[in-house]
């Protein structure tokens, strides 16, 4: 099955920029993700758990991107190339090096999310930025490397242990957005798995793969003059700052 998803997901490539798209939803705010960062990066910025990089292809050059990854998150199939490997729990990287730490979707994959803050708090210079992203409500994803998800509480209680100042906390991309991203992957995947299973369940396979652009269509328009974003965001993003040290 898992090949099977894989030889789907590089046919519907091309379309990611579409509504046919599943995940167009999805897609369209990671730019935006992509775009947040890219406003706040200067000097150097690690990016930790890079996957397929899209990062280092957005940042001026003025930037120094590192990339850090997991051999085991690596294995999964991300073409990206990290400039090394490594665990967020224990980063190979020097005390008070950096600028800019991204922890973008990496969170929920951690069995212990709270080392990695502690580490990125760690690595970061007095005033230094780290910019976390987590999904809330999105699919289980990366098995069995995905644990957990978290609310804007549970998330304030967290990065705020280690040293790091919450500067800006939001939620990401509208409650309607990410509930239709939802039903439209889901109906994706239930369309792939009737086709593996065949029978007569596949009659309904062309009457979800027709839904999947309407609802895509619906919950663009319908989100964006009936926005609202707190009860089911499909994430959030998290501006921190490493506190300076009294005089």
Excluded at 15 to 37: A, F, N, S
Aim: glycine letters at 8%; aromatic letters at 6%.
């Amino acid at each position: 099955m898992k090949s099977v998803i894989r030889i789907l997901q590089r046919w519907l490539r091309p379309l990611e920029r579409t509504p046919l798209h599943p995940q167009w939803l999805v897609l369209r705010h990671r730019r935006d993700i992509v775009t947040w960062v890219e406003k706040q990066a200067e000097g150097i910025l690690v990016d930790v758990g890079c996957g397929n990089g899209r990062l280092r292809r957005a940042l001026p050059p003025s930037v120094r991107y590192v990339g850090i990854d997991y051999p085991a998150t690596v294995a999964l199939g991300y073409t990206g190339t990290a400039d090394m490997l490594g665990d967020a729990a224990a980063l190979p990287i020097a005390d008070a090096s950096v600028d800019v730490v991204a922890l973008l979707d990496v969170l929920e994959h951690l069995p212990d999310p709270v080392l990695a803050v502690a580490e990125a708090a760690r690595v970061l210079r007095e005033g230094g930025r780290c910019l976390v992203h987590v999904p809330f409500l999105y699919p289980i994803h990366d098995a069995p490397y995905d644990h957990c998800r978290w609310t804007r509480h549970g998330l304030q209680v967290l990065l705020e242990r280690q040293g790091l100042e919450i500067v800006d906390l939001q939620e990401s991309q509208g409650d309607i957005e990410s509930a239709t991203a939802v039903l439209s992957i889901a109906l994706a995947k239930g369309a792939v798995d009737v086709i593996a299973k065949r029978g007569v369940a596949m009659l309904l396979v062309p009457i979800m793969l027709v839904l999947i652009p309407l609802l895509n269509i619906l919950g663009c328009v319908i989100g964006k003059f009936a926005r609202s974003v707190r009860i089911m965001p499909f994430g959030y993003m998290v501006t921190l700052e490493k506190r300076r040290a009294a005089c």
